[in-house]
């Protein structure tokens, strides 16, 4: 009894036109390229970091505490990758704290950078009466600032690599709500200044990705729900694994595509009444 498929001429499939293997065949590898990784530990970029290592990349991750920054690289190194990760010191807000782990970084890589994630940042809300400069500055400074400073002084390796770079932004750059201006404020720019770092450096060979996540069950989520004394149910809202799986296949389409923006959402609960992102 012939299968299913039994129409299927074989040597199609044995061919290389088959557009499955086409798109396997070119895919960009990531094993033994040297990624930099901001935010792993939160949620989504210890969800990425795993991601990168499973797939022989080799991480140098960027924090401001060091025995959690440690506690996040003993978690990996038990899952037994190929890929090695570094931990390297900085708060993000401080602009010579960050110039400085990239010289570490790169003098360890020997000036070798193939990725860029940024997937550190900071929420706070503030009625529109309330804010103020400072709490727009700190907003900035994480968010907007600190991937700035990152890309430029990572910038020339990207190029010699033709590497590629992700924003982790947020779905609030497209719901605009009560409270979310700070947030919301210094999101907004970063996708500007994601556009304008992908029309510099494109013509250079390299892919710049915005991903815009909605609620995902991290810290970040539950101290939102903690503050306004809400219930959090992280099993509702997008997996930090979600986000990883799709910045990690994005991460290895073939070079004939840049995919320069992606948008998710939780599959459920995403319109609750009052849901604030
Ligand atoms: N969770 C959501 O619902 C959601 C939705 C859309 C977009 N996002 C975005 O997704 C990204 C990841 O968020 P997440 O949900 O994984 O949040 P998270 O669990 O709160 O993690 C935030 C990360 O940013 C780091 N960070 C913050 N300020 C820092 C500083 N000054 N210096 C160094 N590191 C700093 C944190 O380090 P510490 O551990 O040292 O604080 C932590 O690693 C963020 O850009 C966030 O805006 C989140």
């Not at 991460?251 to 992606?262: N, S």
């Amino acid at each position: 009894m012939p299968g299913p498929y039994a129409c299927i001429d074989a040597s199609f499939l044995r061919s290389g036109n088959h557009p499955q293997t086409r798109l396997n065949s070119n895919s960009t590898t990531l094993t033994g390229r040297q990624a930099v990784l901001t935010g792993v530990t939160g949620g989504m970029g210890e969800a990425i970091l795993q991601g990168l290592l499973a797939a022989g990349c080799h991480v140098a991750t960027i924090g401001r505490d060091p025995a959690r920054l440690q506690a996040v690289l003993d978690r990996a190194a038990t899952a037994g990758h190929t890929g090695r990760a570094t931990a390297h010191m900085a708060d993000l807000a401080d602009e010579g704290q960050l110039r400085a782990a990239v010289a570490e970084i790169l003098a360890l890589s020997q000036g070798r950078a193939d990725v860029f994630i940024h997937a550190a940042g900071v929420m706070e809300e503030a009625a529109w009466q309330d804010l103020t400069t400072e709490q727009m500055s700190r907003l900035f400074a994480v968010n907007t600032l600190a991937p700035m400073v990152l890309c430029q002084a990572l910038a020339d390796a990207l190029v010699a690599t033709e590497g590629q770079v992700v924003f982790i932004n947020s779905s609030s750059v497209q719901t605009v709500r009560a409270t979310k201006t700070p947030y919301t404020v210094a999101k907004t720019a970063l996708k500007a200044l994601a556009d304008s770092f992908r029309v510099e450096f494109n013509p250079k060979g390299v892919r710049t990705l915005s991903v815009f996540p909605g609620r995902t069950g991290t810290d970040m989520q539950r101290r939102l729900h903690e503050g306004r004394g809400e219930e959090f149910h992280p099993e509702l809202f997008i997996q930090p694994s979600d986000v990883a799986s799709t910045v990690l296949h994005l991460l290895q389409l073939p070079r004939t595509v840049e995919v320069t923006e992606i948008f998710m959402r939780p599959m459920r609960n995403w319109m609750k009444p009052g849901a604030a992102l």
